[in-house]
């Protein structure tokens, strides 16, 4: 007879083989070799963010603290770059574990810092991300809204990898709610850019998830065709982790033909590669296919050894799944033995471990429920947000209106009293010009007062710098300390009047910003405002830089903050045009 109980593992054993390889987990003493040999900071984020990279490092047992360590390094040194493939990686790290909730944080975290730098590749990379968590959350109208994202914009820029890899998860988005036309469609579409780029990783995977679904449409032959392919990609790549599912899954596929002897020389090929791996899951998955198809042709006594042995390790690792299905099984074999006292044992192991995944289910669930939440939340800032630029239009428009209303009742005025109005028109135009003339004054002292704090500052660190080179060439101790002393100093000089000088400036050239600014946001700080005049005035970053005497990186650091302070989580709205408003 044919175990339809068991499809479930089938399905669960395929997903599980995705981009699976055997990996010999780098050694800490020699990657830390590696990376002591590296100087740069920079770099060495990149070596470890290479290895991170690789398909197989999912299956390294420090491939978190290896993460994390990047993430370190990159929020130290300021790498943009690196902290945000470092978020990504770890997002991705945390979905796999299923823990949906601090994969959505660094999800989330690489998606508004991917916007805000302009990082279209990781900004892609991070919606696929977010796409695949609700997918995991069950929640596939956002899962589909976020993938198809990162599609468009892996098409933009015309990665393949990219476009193949959003493919094979819209796939799998579709066949999660069973339209497996659709996945077909996907996988094979994923598939055919894969071949195209020889990436025998996503080949393989694309061949397991077609064979999923033929195994769900009970096309079985066709399954097994696709599995063979999968296997022998990983028999080229050396992958035993990788054949030994394949294989396992492909007894499966035997043993639903009701060919239990072919099945089980496969269970036997795939429990050896796996016990010679050591892979604690994916063995206890095999025990229970054995005790399926034992089972199946009634050798009672081989079927509880095996399901007693699934049972063992399920208990051992926690693998609830596991445990409820062969305390099932064991329950039934029992009961028709009419062994009431083991198959009420089993009864209850079977209860307990029901409890446990209804528990693991129901917090799934309340994690769907609070990143909705958390959705609907930046939904509804978005809207807000659009309100305001709604309304700032309507005003515009009102105020065009009533602009055009009052000309023409000014044009009738003008007609009854034509010269009474040409002589205020004359000292309007003549007050009119000397405001003018008066703005446009200040407006050149402006542009004077920058461009001597920008000669000043380059003259202070030109004697800094110059300085510098003689405290390193000095003899004396005494007369390094002074030279020291002095350039210390001189880097101190932040030239406070000058500065207050432009702030008087600016606010006679720009009537009411810092109020306006203030009045909306109350929170900024005196060195945040100086930031939002600067760039009021349109300057760039290297302009700022030789003004303020600050580094490039704290600069770009400083608008992060201020972005996140004024509410511009989005890539449409750009910092300079908002503060022209104002």
Known sequence: MKLRTAILFSIFTVLCSLNALSYSVMKTDSLDSLLGSIKNPDQKVDAILKILEEPESQYMENAEELANRALNISEQTNYALGKVNSMIILGNYYYRKSDYKKAMEFAQKS??????????????????????????????????????????????????????????????????????????????????????????????????????????????DTSVIFLRKALEISIRLGDKLGQGINIMNIGFIQMNKEKYDDALVSFQQSLDLLIELNNQVHISECYLNFGF???????????????????????????????????????????????????????????????????????????????????????FEVQLAQNARDNVMLIIIFSLVSGLVILALWFSRYRLKSKFVVVEKEKIELEKEKIQSELIIKDKELTVNLISLIKKNEMLIDISNKLGQLERNASGKETKDSIAKISQELRNNTDDKMLNEFTQRFQEVHAGFYEKLLATHPDLTQNELKLCALLRLNMTTKDISEITGQQLASIDKARYRLRKKLDLSGPETNLVTFLSKF
């Open 111 to 220: 998606k508004e810092m991917s916007e805000d730098l302009n990082f279209d590749k990781e900004l892609a990379k991070s919606l696929n991300l977010i796409g695949n968590i609700y997918s995991g959350l069950e929640d596939n109208d956002n899962s589909s809204r976020y993938l198809f994202k990162s599609l468009k914009l892996f098409e933009k820029l015309n990665d393949k990898e990219g476009i193949a890899r959003s493919m094979g998860n819209i796939g799998l988005n579709f066949y999660d709610q069973q339209y497996y036309k659709k996945a077909l469609e996907y996988y094979n579409n994923s598939l055919l850019i894969a071949e195209s780029l020889d990436n025998q990783n996503l080949i393989k995977q694309q061949y397991n998830n077609i064979a999923v679904v033929y195994g769900d449409l009970q096309q079985y």
């Open 293 to 379: 198809c034992y089972y199946s042709i009634s050798k009672l006594n081989e079927s509880i050894k095996y399901f007693k042995m699934a049972l063992q390790e399920g208990q051992a690792n926690k693998y609830f799944t596991i445990i409820y299905q062969s305390a099932k099984m064991l329950k039934q074999i029992y009961a028709g033995m009419q062994d009431s006292v083991s198959a009420y044992k089993y009864i209850q192991i079977e209860n307990s471990s029901l409890d446990s995944l209804y528990v693991s289910q129901k917090q799934d669930l309340l994690t769907k429920h609070e990143l909705q939440y958390i959705y609907d939340k930046k939904e």
